[in-house]
């Protein structure tokens, strides 16, 4: 097996791994820390495909990383801020149906 093959099955297992974490999960701090673990499955699967040949790197995927950093970290903090504030104006942290009115 070689190191592209391995790289990119570990960037397909983290994929899967965030994206049934954010499928099951209400929280949403770790909503965020999923998407975020499926970004940087995705990068890591980017720059494994990007040494697919050893002699000529293609230097493209990498560039494609760098800015999906960029992008990766502007929504995670907009991702945060919303978390914030629907936990302002509800007093919860998950997405779930229920409504604590306060009423017996």
Do not use: C, W
């Not at 999960?25 to 499926?38: C, G, P, Q, S, T």
């Not at 940087?40 to 040494?51: E, Y």
């Not at 790197?57 to 504030?85: E, K, N, Y």
């Amino acid at each position: 097996m070689t190191k592209v093959v391995f790289y990119s099955l570990v960037a397909v297992g983290l994929f899967t791994i965030g994206f049934y974490t954010l499928l099951v999960e209400a929280h949403l701090l770790r909503k965020i820390m999923a998407l975020n673990i499926m970004f940087t499955s995705l990068f890591l699967l980017l720059i494994a495909i990007a040494a697919r040949y050893p002699q000529a790197i293609d230097p493209l995927p990498h560039a494609f990383v760098l800015i999906g950093i960029l992008i990766a970290v502007s929504a995670t903090a907009l991702a945060l801020t919303l978390a914030r504030r629907i936990y302002q104006e509800t007093g919860q942290t998950d997405l779930s149906e229920k409504q604590e009115t306060g009423i017996s």
